[in-house]
């Protein structure tokens, strides 16, 4: 659970490590999801952008008991989980990823989600550990964006240097099986991997059931078009019920057993 000190923090930050730690055996068992998915589909090497599209033996881990009850001090008792990525980050050559908002390709309206990234290695710096701009949601408004043709990059949506500012950068440095948590604000990206660990982490995406998950929405640039969230045709309920009444909820079932 988090204190009110915590809560504070993560609003007035943009994102929060919590005192939380995944078991061994859960982090071993998601390696081994893991291998097995890359094993099938090779073109997931660096990154999987949508997990739950290929194995739902994810959702074990997304609906933690500890994790729900964390997102719901966050963002209220009534969410949804809309998403899960993987990024596999490899040792040597993995892929940058530049400095970007996430809500740039997510087809929520009103835009609204909590993310949860569990380091399955340690992130350091010299294995290209997320950053985070401080600060950089309050203006709860997404910043004007680039296309980065780079064939090295996990995402190619890049905030324009005009719309951010350094300073505030901090290095998220976590050890395996520790989580953090941002908003869908946060000017976040990482460094490529030229070291000889791997920084493999895996995402959850939680949303307000408030907000909508819109399955044909249309966005303004081909990339964002192609993006594999519009492939998802249902999302699954976390906590309480839909509010909106129009979300395509799925009723989990590793709800509250795990």
């Keep these: ?93 993995g892929h940058a990823t530049p400095w970007h908002q996430d809500g740039q390709y997510w087809p929520i309206r009103p835009l609204a ?31 004007k964006h680039k296309y980065n043709e780079s064939k090295n990059l996990t995402l190619h949506q890049e905030i324009l240097k005009s719309e951010y500012k350094k300073e505030n950068t901090v290095d998220l440095l976590l050890k395996r099986g520790q989580i953090s948590l941002h908003d869908v604000y946060m000017v976040h990206g990482s460094e490529a991997n030229k070291s000889p660990q791997s920084r493999r982490a895996m995402t959850m995406r939680f949303m307000p059931t408030t907000s909508v ?22 999302i699954y309920q976390a906590r309480g019920e839909d509010v909106s009444k129009k979300n395509n909820l799925k009723t989990n079932n590793y709800l509250g057993t795990h």
């Design 1 to 93: 659970m988090l204190t009110s000190e915590q809560i504070k923090k993560y609003k007035e930050d943009g994102y929060l490590i919590p005192n939380f730690q995944m078991s061994e055996k859960d982090l071993l068992e998601i390696e081994e999801l893991h291998n097995s998915l890359v094993k099938k589909f090779p073109k997931f090497r660096n990154y999987c952008p949508a997990l739950l599209l290929h194995d739902e033996s994810f959702l074990k881990y997304c609906f933690n008991e500890q994790i729900l009850k964390i997102i719901e001090q966050l963002i209220g008792e009534n969410f949804a989980l809309w998403n899960s990525s993987f990024f596999a980050k490899p040792a040597l050559n």
């Design 113 to 143: 989600t909590c993310s949860v990234w569990l380091a399955i290695d340690d992130a350091t710096v010299e294995n290209g550990c997320l950053k985070f701009i401080k600060g950089s949601h309050k203006e709860k408004k997404l910043k």
């Design 213 to 234: 998950f819109d399955h044909k929405f249309i966005f303004d640039t081909p990339e964002k078009k192609s993006a594999n969230a519009l492939l998802i045709k249902q």
